[in-house]
């Protein structure tokens, strides 16, 4: 662990390197998702013009919602995005060899060796939202709920790395997969709704079958005391544990075929 410690910090240090040498670049990236954070609750606030609910949710509760999702997504981006979305065009290409010729877990490399750490400030201010939220709201999360938060944002993001990274891998058998990817990446959209807010078997497909619902709605819940048993925390621990599990036995299955695209 402690060498696989030291090449992730290599890895940050290169990263930090690359995004130094446009800075530009990193300043207009993190303008734009600002601006697209900002859109996402301006949009909330028309909704809540009208009305004074969401199902269950009120306006302040959304607002929380709309940051847990907005922080888990730009986690998520930071760290794995972008690398799922190389996986395709190192196998197009055949760039993958390399990789798996170096004396390091390959799956290691291919989903952390790149990151975007303009994420991590936008990241930053999805968290602003949820503590203003939380005032409004009047709640002072315990230590246990904010480290509760902590560890189900970690597992949805987990889950939105482990089924992306198999989307990734259909590129082993179809060579171009971005638009599965990028397709999932867009229901990231759907996470900023409350599920009560959803019916029937819609609501069942997007919690169960693409937990995205499940991803963004529990830590929210926890947060805004909306939790009324611990069924949807152990269900989202599960899925994370699940999602994985498949991921690397389908990872496996991909390169044992794989052979490459110059031999």
């Not at 910090?9 to 601006?35: D, G, S």
């Not at 597992?155 to 790395?161: N, P």
């Not at 029937?200 to 947060?223: E, H, M, Q, Y």
Request: net charge positive; with cysteine; hydrophobic share 60%.
């Amino acid at each position: 662990m402690k060498r696989y410690f030291g090449i992730y910090a290599a890895l940050w240090r290169n990263a930090l390197v690359r995004e130094l040498q446009f800075k530009v670049n990193f300043l207009l990236w993190i303008v734009v998702e600002l601006a697209w954070f900002a859109l996402q609750l301006a949009f909330m606030a028309v909704i809540y013009a009208h009305t004074d609910r969401i199902a269950s949710w009120t306006k302040w509760e959304v607002v929380l919602l709309v940051g847990a999702n907005h922080f888990m997504q730009q986690v998520f981006t930071a760290v794995f995005l972008n690398n799922c979305m190389q996986l395709s065009e190192r196998v197009r290409a055949g760039t993958l060899d390399f990789l798996l010729l170096l004396p390091v877990n390959t799956r290691f490399l291919v989903s952390l060796r790149h990151v975007d750490f303009g994420a991590f400030v936008n990241a930053a201010s999805a968290v602003a939202v949820m503590a203003y939220a939380l005032k409004q709201l009047q709640l002072v999360p315990s230590l246990l709920q904010l480290l509760g938060f902590t560890l189900l944002c970690a597992a949805g993001v987990m889950v939105h790395y482990a089924i992306m990274f198999m989307l990734a891998c259909a590129s082993f058998w179809i060579v171009r997969a971005q638009g599965l990817v990028w397709g999932y990446y867009n229901l990231f959209q759907i996470a900023r709704l409350p599920d009560d807010a959803f019916r029937g078997g819609f609501r069942l497909a997007f919690t169960f079958v693409i937990p995205v619902l499940l991803v963004s709605n529990v830590p929210a819940r926890l947060l805004a005391e909306k939790l009324a048993s611990p069924w949807p925390l152990l269900g989202l621990l599960a899925a994370a544990a699940a999602c994985f599990a498949v991921s690397e036995a389908l990872w496996r299955t991909a390169v044992r075929r794989y052979t490459s695209a110059s031999s």
